[in-house]
Every structure is written in C-alpha cells, then in structure tokens.
C-alpha cells in the first residue's frame, strides 16, 4: 500500500526518481576515465575502515524501507535486504571487500527490482509506469 500523506497520495514518479538518484550516488557516482567502469559513495566511504560499511548500510536500509512504503511486496523486501546484507557483510572485508563493493551494486539491483515491481503493477491496472 503505497504511503500517503493526510491530504494527498505521494507522486511515486518523483519518488522513484528520488531512489534513482540516491542510489546512483551510492554506486554509480564516478566512473573511471577510458572504462565503463564506475563507482559511488558505497565504494569510497567503504575504504574507511570499521565504520565506512555501517555508514553506507544506512542509505541503502532507507532505500529498501521506501520501497516497502511503495506497495513492494514481502518477497521482494526480503530480496532486497539480502542484497543489502549482502553488500555489507562481503564490503566489511578489508581490501577485497572494497573491490566487491564496486562491483555488486545492491542499490541499483534494489531499484531495478522496484522499477519491474511498479511495471508489473502498472501493466496490470492498465496505466503508465512511473
């Protein structure tokens, strides 16, 4: 059941975009000149030892707890948090951690299982998705 304010319904367009945007800085903020590769905040902050993971567990925890605010099922919630536990049990290694951090991702993978979630929703009542 998506969120609502005491006089109106939240835009889950903007909302979304909101997320995108967050978890763009989390793992996709900068890439590296002549590659595709890129990076965020997850795999910068993730390089200060013993707090840079716990740090970046916050941002992604919100992400997964706006999702559920959006009508995301039980299911999906759960795959989400996996992907977040994921990324911050491997990212507290020291070193090869960090390289898993900038390769697993789990806030984009997290929107992209919120963005085919409102697809589905929104191909089933029969209306744009956001």
Not at 6 to 28: F, K, T
Request: charged share 20%; with cysteine; proline share 6%.
């Amino acid at each position: 059941m998506p969120d609502v304010t005491a006089d109106r319904p939240i835009d889950i367009e903007a909302e979304v975009a909101q997320l995108e945007q967050l978890a763009g800085w989390l793992d996709a903020r900068w890439g590296l000149p002549g590659t595709r590769f890129r990076f965020g905040l997850d795999s910068v902050v993730g390089l200060v030892p013993g707090i840079g993971d716990a740090l970046t567990f916050l941002p992604a925890a919100y992400l997964v707890w706006r999702a559920r605010q959006l009508g995301m099922p039980t299911s999906t919630v759960l795959r989400m948090c996996s992907n977040v536990g994921i990324d911050t049990v491997f990212g507290a290694v020291p070193l090869v951690g960090d390289l898993f951090d900038a390769g697993f991702k789990c806030n984009r993978r997290n929107i992209a299982l919120l963005r085919r979630h409102l697809a589905a929703e929104a191909a089933r009542s029969g209306r744009a998705a956001p």
